[in-house]
């Protein structure tokens, strides 16, 4: 749609409309990011929207409450995936909207209809913090966070970016994205889909982003338009092969473009032809791809002079725009491989458990669930052991409910909980808890009590604790022996770490007992070696 290309290249404004690279002797180019291209504009119809503030947050007034369950219809990644099968399946033919890119061409050679699936993998990373506000979903994304999910999968996979890759990324239902935090050009009120660019321009990550359509009305035309398949499944498959011949002909802006600003699908949006077969509004196709049935938007083509549904059929009058597509100088995708990203996200942890009780041998600790996004339905528990520090933490077998008593093997340790959140997607990564504590055992000498001074009658000796573990506070208590040093008795009123030798103490040994205690109890006391016999 003319004006919506001119909207969002005010979103992400770059030096020119390509890749920026800068590079200098013995460093490597920086990345860059293309501005939004293409995007599908919505139909007709556009949901209502709250107003959105310049400080976004995750509680903001909507018009309407969107859904919070993070999914796609039953057959939209088969679907999706048949499409791409199909597309690459046929490669090389003339019988479907492909073939019409073969018309353009870059300063290396023209674009070939060749396409191969690269395979698609479904991703359960969890939602980042709200980056938007798009009015309406629960989740909102911006541009910049898709990257980030695409990356996040092409490093999990190794797959590589370059000039003749294409990451396709869906996010689902319940997810909407903008361009950016402040614009307001949304999934829900200015864009079905879009494709871009970032990464190194020696090797570009060439994406679109596909919402989850299915909710919002303004992505069909439901006069016109036919769903072979599945409604949402179809409305995607539509606006991929939008985004698809766009990014094969325009991948960076500098391609092949009108002059109002619209790319070859802009000028053909929604306008799909005549039909093979089937009703509008239901069954209708005219694509048979491999085999199976699809309704795609044509595709314009500067030798017919308009929109066609394969090379050499009947044409019609662009739909938004004019043509025609006049070459930027910039490449094009020669030959195609497509990457399918399914985005189902699984609960993200937004605040961490915490651990209540205290962190002593035989007491019992209770860890709560923390602070969960994403549709959270259940809990499961692990409570492990850390080192005293809190690292290297290992599984505590069979430790796997909301409570935990500590044992003698914690002592030393730091134990804390681990939450897992299950939605519908399945089960999150733990989230730790947080502020945890080394657990106390009760104290045990490792260096025993020791008494210095001289035994004489009238002198002070001084006694040392010894050495324990857990750190406890001590209690002293002074013997009195006989003169080989046994048959010791406490010394009334001797309760101190000093102590001064009177008369009674003359010929007897001396020793020091000390006894520690902590929150966990009392040790076994540890008493000092004997003193000499004491002189008068």
Known sequence: MSGIAARFSKILVLAGVALTVTASSGTAATTGRARILGAVPHAGVQLARAPIPHALSTTGIRAAAGPTTLTFDTSYQSVINQFFTDVAHDSGGVDNVYPVAKEYTDGSGAIQYQSIFG??????????????????DIYCLTDEQLQQEIQNVMTAKGWQGGLSHIFFLMTPNGVGSCGDDVSGECSTNSFCAYHSAFGPASAPVIYANEPYEGPYPG?????????????????????ISHEHNEAITDPFGNGWIANDGN?????????????????????????????????????????????????????????????????????????????????????????A??????????????????????????????????????????????????????????GGHVVRSTVRATNVNGVSPPAASTGNKMVVDIPTATKTPHISGRAKVGKKLSGSHG????????????????????????????????????????????????????AAGSGTPATSAATARVKR
């Not at 992505?219 to 606006?239: E, K, L, R, S």
């Not at 929604?270 to 699809?294: C, E, K, M, R, W």
């Not at 549904?309 to 009947?314: L, N």
């Not at 850390?386 to 003698?408: D, E, M, P, R, W």
């Open 263 to 351: 790319e070859n699908g802009d000028l053909c949006a929604y306008g799909f032809g005549a039909s093979l077969g089937g009703t509008p509004g239901s069954d209708a196709y005219n694509q048979v791809i491999n085999g199976h049935h699809y309704d795609l938007q044509q595709e314009w083509s500067n030798l017919a002079s308009g929109c066609i549904q394969r090379p050499g059929g009947a044409h019609t009058p662009p739909e938004f725009g004019s043509g025609p597509l006049l070459y930027g100088g910039g490449p094009v995708m020669h030959t195609n491989t497509v990457y399918a990203i399914y985005w189902l996200p699984t609960a993200s942890n937004t605040n």
């Open 467 to 518: 050495t324990w573990t857990y750190s406890p506070t001590y209690a002293y208590q002074w013997l009195r022996c006989n003169a080989h040093g046994a048959s010791c008795r406490s010394i009334s009123r001797a309760t101190h770490a000093k102590y001064k030798l009177t008369k009674r103490d003359a010929k007897h040994r001396l020793r020091l007992r000390v006894t520690a205690t902590n």
């Open 219 to 239: 992505c069909i035309d439901p006069g016109t338009q036919g769903f072979p398949h599945d409604t949402d499944a179809d409305t995607t498959v539509n606006t």
């Open 353 to 410: 458990p915490g651990v209540i009780g205290t962190a002593v041998v035989n007491q019992t600790l209770t860890t709560s669930n923390g602070s969960w996004a994403g549709g959270a339905a259940g809990f499961s528990y692990q409570w492990q052991r850390c080192s005293s520090v809190g690292t290297s933490c290992v599984n505590i077998a069979g430790a796997t409910a909301t409570t935990y008593k500590l044992t003698t093997a914690d």
């Open 119 to 136: 395979g698609s993998y479904v991703a359960h990373d969890p939602l980042p913090a709200n980056g938007c506000d798009d009015g309406f």
